[in-house]
């Protein structure tokens, strides 16, 4: 028996054989001396047309799937493989070298693959997996092999698949009934493949560095506690199988809490709303009885787009979320780029403390066109459900000014275009201690506050939230952020408006007596903690307070 430890990208539990999945198309590509190198251009441009062919399919497979965040994927790699420079490369490689179309490939998709590789940006450095999976495919093609690769389909039983780094195609391609679980050795948890591994609700772990898997080897994945064990013992087993039937069980018991109230034994009531970041989110939401949605970030169509999502593209999301919500709230919150959230096409120049930097708000300012592109989205989507907007990042009344003032201007634009849309509710988040100190004066000027703890805990206590090294000193229960949350209360209420708490601490239960205590209005969760918290507050008793 042999545990190892990884980074959870879902939480789950699976007990099952291991499949390894071996990386690439399993082709072996060597050099073949060509004569015509004319047809072998031809070759590979036959192969192209064919991928992309493949490529569409796959992307209207993952839409009826997973939705636009799964289809955005294929199309980026369509985009990859029209890319003029790419094809010039490979075209050049075949007539200088008189060489294969596979060779030509496999050469130059391995030197993009080492320059995406090397870049200090982890959505770039995921740009390399997207590169090999389009190189492995066209080799697959020219081969004659007419399928997709064998372990797509051929998963006769179930198993946790382990691979060194997965490809958005791989998972969307597996057999899910027959998935327990994913495994893989690298991958960053920002990749496209974490994305798709936590909407599709399946137990993941990255980053399990271990030379012990052999192929159907039995294993026991914890992905609550982060680990993976190899060839467990009994004792092992039989604990995971105790902690599955009670987790079975207390999630029966939490079924029977929808459609309840999420008030306390006293009568206190608090909204209990959603963080969710595609559009699928809301049918998740819903599922887990979300009284509305507390947070809808918007950075996810940017990011896994190739360029900028239109105002019809954003339209339709906004207007799908506003929809399968209604008449249930939908906060919406603008853009909020910059920092770790980064996409090549922004072209936002490399910054010495990005926490600190072009982001959020700021980035929506400096480009009003951007900014008007997404508030148009969201005024028309407005007309199908209850949506409010607000506002990341807020340090200034300013800023709500200029805010107000390019809204104003996107509201005259859609009159004289004769638009139908509707005025939302305006809000903030209150995520820096600028904003917490002047909450008195963002409180007139905002129609709801939301408090962003996982920022507000980074600026308060000086820490950066992406800095693995500094987990043992973010504290986000520190007296300085509850004495924030105090005070930010108080000025709401003293405006007559609504404040929640949508950072990660919304969901955290030691504080839900607190937070209900202090006269926060809403909290808002990811959809599997509704449940759990709303338990949490249907047994708390504030009457001895009083
Ligand atoms: C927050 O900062 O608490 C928040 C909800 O926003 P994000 O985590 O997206 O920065
Ligand atoms: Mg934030």
Request: charged share 25%; glycine share 8%.
């Given at each position: 028996?042999?545990?190892?430890?990884?980074?959870?990208?879902?939480?789950?539990?699976?007990?099952?054989?291991?499949?390894?999945?071996?990386?690439?198309?399993?082709?072996?590509?060597?050099?073949?001396?060509?004569?015509?190198v004319e047809a072998e251009i031809g070759r590979f441009r036959n192969a192209r047309f064919t991928a992309t062919d493949e490529l569409r399919t796959l992307s209207e497979k993952a839409l009826a799937d997973v939705g636009k965040s799964g289809s955005a994927i294929f199309e980026a790699y369509m985009l990859l493989l029209a890319d003029e420079e790419y094809i010039v490369a490979v075209e050049k490689n075949i007539l200088a070298n008189h060489v294969n179309a596979e060779y030509a490939i496999d050469e130059t998709s391995r030197e993009l693959e080492a320059v995406f590789s090397a870049i200090d940006d982890e959505y770039i450095r995921a740009r390399a997996v997207d590169m090999r999976d389009i190189s492995s495919r066209l080799i697959r093609i020219l081969s004659g092999q007419k399928n997709e690769p064998g372990y797509a389909k051929d998963l006769t039983q179930p198993v946790i698949l382990y691979a060194d780094e997965l490809s958005p195609v791989d998972i969307l391609q597996l057999n899910r009934n027959m998935l327990l679980g994913l495994v893989t050795r690298s991958g960053s948890t920002n990749s496209h493949a974490a994305i798709l591994a936590r909407s599709l609700e399946i137990p993941a772990l990255f980053g399990i560095e271990t030379d012990r898997l052999s192929d159907m080897i039995p294993a026991a994945l914890d992905a609550y506690l982060g680990t993976l064990t190899i060839d467990p013992d009994r004792e092992t087993l039989r604990m995971l199988e105790q902690k599955k039937q009670s987790l079975a069980h207390q999630n029966r018991l939490l079924q029977e809490l929808k459609g309840q109230p999420s008030v306390t034994k006293d009568g206190h009531f608090i909204s209990l709303y959603a963080n969710i970041s595609g559009q699928n989110g809301a049918e998740n939401a819903l599922s887990n009885d979300a009284e509305g949605i507390g947070l809808l970030r918007t950075e996810f169509l940017y990011l896994e787009s190739a360029d900028y999502p239109s105002e019809e593209t954003q339209f339709q999301a906004y207007k799908k979320v506003a929809e399968t919500?209604?008449?249930?709230?939908?906060?919406?919150?603008?853009?909020?780029?910059?920092?770790?959230?980064?996409?090549?096409?922004?072209?936002?120049?490399?910054?010495?403390?990005?926490?600190?930097?072009?982001?959020?708000?700021?980035?929506?300012?400096?480009?009003?066109?951007?900014?008007?592109?997404?508030?148009?989205a969201l005024y028309r989507a407005g007309v199908y459900?209850?949506?409010a907007?607000?506002?990341?990042?807020?340090?200034?009344?300013?800023?709500?000014?200029?805010?107000?003032?390019?809204?104003?201007?996107?509201?005259?634009?859609?009159?004289?275009?004769?638009?139908?849309?509707?005025?939302?509710?305006?809000?903030?988040?209150?995520?820096?201690?600028?904003?917490?100190?002047?909450?008195?004066?963002?409180?007139?000027?905002?129609?709801?506050?939301?408090?962003?703890?996982?920022?507000?805990?980074?600026?308060?206590?000086?820490?950066?939230?992406?800095?693995?090294?500094?987990?043992?000193?973010?504290?986000?229960?520190?007296?300085?952020?509850?004495?924030?949350?105090?005070?930010?209360?108080?000025?709401?209420?003293?405006?007559?408006?609504?404040?929640?708490?949508?950072?990660?601490?919304?969901?955290?239960?030691?504080?839900?007596?607190?937070?209900?205590?202090?006269?926060?209005d809403e909290l808002s969760v990811s959809p599997s903690q509704i449940l759990p918290l709303r338990r949490k507050i249907r047994e708390t008793d504030l009457s001895h307070y009083n």
């Open positions: 028996m042999y545990t190892c430890q990884g980074k959870i990208i879902q939480p789950g539990l699976a007990i099952g054989p291991i499949k390894i999945l071996s990386s690439g198309s399993g082709i072996s590509v060597s050099p073949v001396a060509i004569e015509d919500m209604a008449p249930r709230k939908v906060i919406i919150r603008t853009l909020d780029i910059g920092a770790d959230k980064q996409t090549g096409y922004f072209k936002l120049k490399k910054e010495e403390n990005p926490a600190l930097g072009l982001r959020g708000i700021r980035v929506c300012l400096t480009r009003p066109q951007l900014f008007k592109t997404q508030l148009r459900g209850q949506i907007i607000m506002f990341p990042m807020i340090t200034s009344v300013e800023e709500l000014v200029s805010i107000k003032k390019i809204a104003a201007e996107v509201r005259l634009e859609l009159s004289e275009e004769k638009i139908p849309y509707q005025e939302p509710e305006m809000g903030i988040m209150i995520e820096t201690p600028a904003a917490v100190m002047i909450s008195d004066l963002l409180a007139g000027e905002a129609d709801f506050f939301s408090i962003g703890s996982n920022d507000l805990t980074q600026y308060t206590l000086a820490i950066d939230r992406q800095n693995e090294s500094l987990d043992a000193f973010y504290d986000p229960h520190h007296e300085a952020l509850l004495r924030m949350l105090r005070l930010v209360t108080e000025n709401a209420h003293k405006a007559n408006i609504r404040v929640g708490i949508c950072g990660e601490l919304a969901a955290d239960q030691s504080l839900t007596e607190t937070f209900l205590r202090m006269g926060i």
